[in-house]
């Protein structure tokens, strides 16, 4: 592309000190002196408290009369390209006062080139959160609270370790066995450290279930063996339906912490469809009203075993004794809690619980 030429063909004549293509460059990117380029450096100057360049030269300028015109500036004749280069909110521009008349082009400039977002979001304040009111995200609060829970939990647990002919049961894996001193890390494999499982269970998250724990309190919470004891059977979605004095209780809480004897196969998909339905219906009979209780022969206990009996005649088996059920299903599980709960007082009151072992096991 040549330069420009006038009506005559010859070359236009240059402004005084700017070159010919550095001109067109600088009318290209909009930056020659139109009303934008005033209006921002009048703004930069009272800034800096300097007066405005070409202030006394546009004193003695002519004024448009009555009648005439005034003469449109360059950049509002560029057409797209001035006005790409104006701020297009100028409400949202700090540099004007929020209210008068219509405003002048915002005298910031805008960014062009790889990475530059939309022009609005040069203009716009980041929103910010009322004080007081901040608050984590929930991923991160969930995430917090499941390391707190597994940190309570590794507390809790029971470790054993086998060495010098006994078992030694602690809260940590220690450096050295606590009964001769040496160190456990080259004793091999029957030294390693092993957690052993707990025996009691989330009661309201087993499915269709016979659940067992204390009347009061918890396993782990100071049961001494022979406080009585309280039973339910859950729904698939975790209620506990129990029996007492004062008749049916749909509990979705209390059952925390209790021993689980599960009641209905995994593959067992029309009784498991069908289980919320039949435990409702057998617990609204006038047979576990509140006045029908009695402590001995009307009970939890019953009313949970009557409930298994029942689906045991419906699929046309026969039913179990309360001493067969018992025997066959509930002292397995209880045994292993006694275990368990003894260990528990044991290391609550000393770090280390040692039990020898049994001739036939004993190892070195």
Not at 280 to 290: H, K, N, R, Y
Request: hydrophobic letters at 35%.
């Amino acid at each position: 592309m040549g330069p420009a030429r006038s009506a005559t063909g010859a070359p236009a004549a240059a402004r005084p000190g700017l070159p010919q293509r550095r001109r067109g460059r600088c009318r290209r990117r909009g930056l020659h002196r139109g009303p934008a380029w005033e209006a921002s450096t009048a703004l930069s100057s009272q800034a800096a408290g300097r007066p405005r360049p070409g202030a006394e030269q546009a004193a003695g300028r002519p004024q448009a009369g009555p009648g005439q015109a005034p003469g449109r500036p360059r950049a509002a004749r560029r057409g797209r390209a001035a006005a790409a280069l104006t701020c297009r909110s100028p409400a949202s521009c700090s540099s004007w006062p929020g209210s008068g008349p219509r405003r002048p082009a915002c005298p910031v400039p805008l960014r062009r080139g790889p990475g530059a977002g939309p022009a609005r979001a040069l203009f716009s304040a980041a929103p910010q959160s009322a004080p007081g009111r901040a608050r984590a995200p929930r991923r991160r609060t969930t995430e917090r609270r499941a390391a707190e829970r597994r940190g309570a939990m590794a507390e809790a647990a029971i470790l054993r370790v086998r060495h010098c002919r006994a078992d030694i049961f602690c809260r940590r894996a220690p450096p050295r066995c606590p009964a001769c001193g040496r160190p456990l890390r080259g004793a091999g494999l029957p030294a390693a450290p092993v957690r052993l499982p707990s025996p009691f269970r989330q009661g309201h998250r087993q499915r269709c279930a016979f659940l067992l724990r204390p009347a009061a309190g918890t396993f782990l919470g100071g049961y001494d063996g022979r406080a009585d004891l309280h039973v339910g059977v859950t729904s698939t979605h975790g209620v506990v339906y129990n029996y007492d004095a004062e008749g049916i209780h749909r509990a979705e809480t209390g059952w925390e912490q209790c021993i689980s004897i599960p009641l209905v196969q995994p593959d067992m998909f029309g009784l498991l469809q069908q289980w919320d339905k039949l435990l409702e219906e057998f617990s609204v009979g006038e047979t576990w009203l509140p006045h029908r209780y009695e402590e001995h022969n009307h009970n939890c206990y019953t009313y949970a075993l009557a409930f298994i009996n029942s689906i045991l005649t419906a699929q046309g088996k026969r039913q179990m004794s309360k001493s067969e059920f018992t025997e066959k299903f509930v002292i397995p599980q209880t045994k292993k809690a006694a275990k368990y709960i003894t260990l528990h007082q044991e290391l609550t009151a000393n770090d280390f619980y040692i039990v020898p072992l049994p001739d036939q096991e004993k190892q070195c």
